[in-house]
Every structure is written in structure tokens, then in C-alpha cells.
């Protein structure tokens, strides 16, 4: 691109010094206006970093950051020795191509939501597909544990040792460190967290099918995104978790409900195969069900014969209080139809943000791209972090005393609903997990137990609310993970309080 070129382009990007957008947000927008206008086509090639940056009078990094978001959103392509061109496909295409024939060009936005003003906003259908979801029923949980399912122990955590890994990193990261991280993750936790897959839980990978996320929700989403088109089936178990099925949604798929027994997950019966299974196998979520060794083959077998992917979620499996450990159903599996993922919200605290999805190795160039453009890399820090309470033993150290600490809080809640709710609560004893689930009597309303208890600071989620379909028998779901076995006692005997009207 020679210099007239070079000037047509800054022309186009008029910069405002009185606009409250970054310079390189206003470089970016202006650029994909550009791009989707059509006066910069696909092919083009645009000037080098140094050159715009020149005539646009601003630093060369705030132009590169500019491109650096426009190549993660798919509108520039850059070429090593080349230099950067707009994209021959352009992200606007890949989602119109998405789309059933009959509904490219026109989409009805049955969804509407209020603005400000007054006026009615429409939504996509991949918002009014979510929005038929709920996904939570805790606006602000974390004033409350009692007994809040899926929160690991805070109250034993080694903060300290924490502490002090971090501040050493901080003190040692080389300011390089600071720019933006490998979209699969930091290498050296790709290999903890592969080394511990592989000995903890019986995974069979390597280090560079290993993929850091920020959770299992992002491994949902992605995984959706990948390899789902709108009207795929997808069969999930009932219940089963609400972000899993929410993530199904979002993509467009037709979420079908199927039923667990004894063995876990029940094969599905339909003519049609599903393109793919979303399931819990090591300890179900949320009725805490381990899957039978013949169920597993049995499951394995078939979604090789027809075709499907099995999404699975190992949310809370380190955690197993009894008996020899049940390894990962990937560990299993001969044809490369499992995904895997997993995360350390349950094993250390969910504010690390932290997960890992193990893929087949034909699927991670498709995945590592579209996390790319949503989301480009996991903070690189919190990752060296981790690494070292990894490698350093601390990270087993805590698995093993946590074992030993939700198992004797498991007793002490079990003791405590025999002691004062016996009549009302059915608990169900666990061998793993962070939870139980206490049943009620049949024709009680959980929703309404669980909303009185709400009234009286305790958390209790009704197990009807992860459910696609009516129950026999409601319930309740009781983490007794986070909390001291003193306040598990004072706790029930105020459920048993507060409840009396229910009994």
C-alpha cells in the first residue's frame, strides 16, 4: 500500500479527541465500519502498524491494539512477513450461513424488551432462546453457604499459601509476561493440570489437547458453538445442570430431556440420534449418581454407532469418600467422540475463574479459534499462580484434606436431619460430591420450602428447579461442603423451626 493509500485510510479513520471511546476502540470501530461498508473489501491490504500509526498521529501499540481486536473478531487476517489484510470471510457471513434458508433474510425478533425510553427493543433468537432458561435462582450468594450446592470449604482454604505464591509471581513477572496469553492457556498449567488429569482421574491425554478456560460454563458454550447448528438435537440428562442446557440453547439446538436411574444416564430410545449428550457420569448432577461400569460401555458403544458427541462435565470428581475412585468416562473411550472438561471453582474457589476443557485433537484448531474471537486468552497471572500451588504439592495437599473435611461435614449434616428433621427431609447419602439432596414427602412444593427457608437466610435450592420436567418427588439440594459442622447443627435445627408448618 503505497502513500496515497495510506492516506485514504487514515482520512476514513477520523479520530475524535473529545470522545470518550479509547483511541483504539475509535480506530477499531471505524475500521469495521469500513470493512462491513465495503470500502476496505475482503483481500485489502492495510497499512503497516508504523505507517498508520504516522498518519493517524498516535502511538504505534494503540494502532496494533486496534488491529489485535479486529483480527480476533475475524475482520483482519494477518499474514507473518506479509503484513494485514481484511478477512476474505467476514464474521457477518459465518452466522448468515447459520441460518435456515428460509429465515436468512428475514428474522422476526419475536423477543422484545423495555429501553429506557419506553420503547420496545428486539433481541435474537439466540436471546429468546436463553431467556425461555433460568439459570440461577441466587441474585447474591455469596453472603450466605448454608447450604449452598457446588461451593467448596472458604473457611479452609491456605489463603496464605496462596498468598505468598502470588505475591512472588507478581514480584518476579517479567513485564513481557503482562501482554496477552496463549488462547489455550499458559503451557506450564497445560501440563500440571494434563499430568493430573491423567493420574487423578484417569484421562487419557497430553498437554496439547488441554485448553484453560474460565470454567465449564465457557466449555459449554464453545463446545455449542463448535459443532452444534440450530435444530440440532441434543438429549441431556433430567435433571441435569441448568448452564449446560442454557449453553445447548443459546446455540439453537432442540434440548431433549432423558431420564436417570440407578445406573446413570438412561440410553435415549428416539429414531433420530441426537448430534450430541450432555452428562455428568462421575457423580450426576444434581442427585449424585455414579454411572455404572456396563452403563459406560454400553454409552460409549452406541455414540460411536450413531455418530455422537458426549459432552462430558467432571465438575466435582476429585472428590470421592469412599470406595476405589471412578475414573473419567474419556478415559474409556477408543473412538475420540468425548470431550472432557472440569474445573478448580469446586477444588479451590470459584473466583479463580479458572477450567480446562481436554478435546480431541481434530477439534482443538476449530475451538482454540472460535474462543479466540469471544474471548482471547485467560489471564496469564492467576495461570502462573496455579501452576505453582500445583507443582509445589499444595494443590493434591488440599484435595486430601478436603476429602476428610466434606465427609465428616456429610455425617454431621445427616446426623443433624435425623436428629431434628426426620419426619420431613429423606436425605440421600453421598459417597462424593459437595452435596446432597434431602427428599420430601410427596406433594410438597419445593419451591415453596425452599422459598420460606430463603426468608430465613438459608440456602436450600429446590431440585424441580433443574428439571425440564414435573418430579415424582421434589427436594432439596444441601451443600454441607462450605460450611463448619458448628453451624450445620444451628442451621438445621432452625430449617426444622421454620419449616414446622410444612411438616
Known sequence: MDRTEVSFVSRFVGLDPSDSRPLYTQ??????????????????????????????????????????????????????????????????????????????????????????????????????????HSLSLLDDPVHQTAFHPGIPAFDAFPIETWATLASRRWRTVPTDRLEYGNPTGYPPLREQVAEHLRTARGVRCEASQVIILSGTQQAFSLVARVLLDPGDPVCMEDPGFPQMRGAFAAAGAQVRPVAVDQNGFVLPTDKEPPRMLGITPSHQYPLGITMSPSRRRELLDWSTAHDVWILENDYDGEYRYSGRPIAALQGMDNSGRVLYTGTF?????????????????????????????????????????????????????????????????????????????????????????????????????DRAVADRLSDHGIIALPLSFYSMRPLDRGGLLLGYAPVPKDEIQTKVRLMANVLEPFV
Request: with cysteine; charged share 25%.
Open 345 to 445: 471453582s469446586k477444588v479451590l474457589f470459584p473466583d479463580l475463574r479458572l477450567g480446562y476443557l481436554v478435546v480431541p485433537s481434530a477439534l482443538k484448531e476449530p475451538i482454540v479459534k472460535i474462543r479466540t474471537v469471544s474471548d482471547r486468552s485467560p489471564p496469564r497471572v492467576p495461570q502462573m499462580i496455579l501452576t505453582d500451588f500445583m507443582d509445589k504439592g499444595h494443590f493434591e495437599k488440599h484435595i486430601r484434606e478436603m476429602r476428610m473435611l466434606y465427609a465428616n461435614r456429610q455425617a454431621v449434616l445427616l446426623e443433624a436431619l435425623d436428629e431434628h428433621l426426620d419426619d420431613f427431609i429423606d436425605p440421600a447419602p453421598s459417597n462424593a460430591g459437595l452435596h446432597l439432596v434431602g427428599y420430601l414427602p410427596e406433594g410438597v412444593d
Open 27 to 132: 480506530i477499531c470501530d471505524e475500521l469495521r465500519e469500513g470493512i462491513k461498508e465495503g470500502v476496505f473489501p475482503p483481500g485489502t491490504r492495510l497499512p503497516s502498524t508504523r505507517r498508520l500509526a504516522d498518519a493517524l498521529e498516535v502511538s504505534r501499540n494503540t494502532v496494533m491494539e486496534a488491529f489485535d481486536e479486529l483480527c480476533s473478531e475475524g475482520y483482519l487476517a494477518s499474514q507473518v512477513g506479509s503484513g494485514t489484510y481484511v478477512a476474505e470471510s467476514l464474521p457477518e457471513q459465518h452466522m448468515q450461513a447459520q441460518l435456515p434458508a428460509s429465515d436468512a433474510h428475514s428474522s422476526s425478533h419475536s423477543l422484545q424488551v423495555p429501553s429506557p425510553d419506553g420503547t420496545a427493543i428486539s433481541l435474537s433468537e439466540r436471546a429468546e432462546a436463553v431467556a425461555g
